[in-house]
Each structure stands twice: as C-alpha cells, then as structure tokens.
C-alpha cells in the first residue's frame, strides 16, 4: 500500500541514525519508542487518507456541472459521543468518525465564539480574550 519495502518501513520504526563530528550513530528504540513512532506513523497515515477522501468526496459534491457556480451538495456528519476506546483497538471507521468529530467540534467552538464577540460588539459590552 505504501510502496516501502517491510525491512526499510521496520529500521524505520525501530533503529535511529544520528550524527555528530562525522561519525553516524545507530540507537535502537526502546519498545515505548518504537511504540510511540508507529503510532504517530498510523496517526499521521489516517490523518492523510481522512482528508484525501473527504477532498474527493467534497470534489464529488460540487455541483457546477449544470451551470450555477458555488453551489455544492454537502453530507452532514456529528457524532456526539467523542472518540471512544475499544478493548481491541479503534477500527478506521471509528477513528474516521471520531475525526471528523474533533474537526466539527472545533468549527462549531470558533463559530460560536466569533458570534458571541460580534454580539458583544454590537451591543458595547467590554471583553478581554
């Protein structure tokens, strides 16, 4: 899937290189390391793949075929219980609910605040962010 030869993706994710006065250093992870850098690694990939597939889903739904520009369909989604956690691990679906939770949730925190500030505004009240 990702077009990387297994032994390179394992050094990868196992075995740090570093340098200083010319010489190389090879550190091998600890388990927690490597643990830590394969999650970020899976994180990373479903952060990507999330946002790949919500751009062809969103290029899908543009609707200026017919002639009338910036027009778009849209798909609603929430999912109001937050990221929950599975004794077996979170599968993609979940993580991509879970996503795009976090990602309504703060344009809903941005949204609601930007109308509370223009409220204040309007009616004089002092405010300090």
Request: aromatic residues 14%; charged residues 25%.
């Amino acid at each position: 899937m990702l077009s990387v030869k297994s032994d390179l993706l394992q050094a990868a994710l196992t075995i740090r290189k570093s340098f200083a006065r010319g010489e190389q250093f090879i550190t091998h992870y600890k388990l927690n390391d490597a643990t830590a850098t394969r999650d970020t690694l899976a994180k990373s990939l479903y952060t990507y793949l999330f946002d790949w597939l919500l751009q062809h889903v969103n290029k899908g739904l543009v609707a200026g075929t017919s002639g009338v520009s910036e027009q778009y369909l849209s798909i609603g989604l929430l999912d109001i219980f937050g990221f929950e956690d599975f004794k077996h691990g979170n599968r993609f679906e979940q993580f991509c609910i879970n996503y795009a939770n976090e990602q309504l949730q703060h344009f809903f925190d941005q949204h609601i605040f930007k109308l509370e500030q223009d409220e204040y505004r309007k009616e004089k009240i002092i405010w300090n962010m």
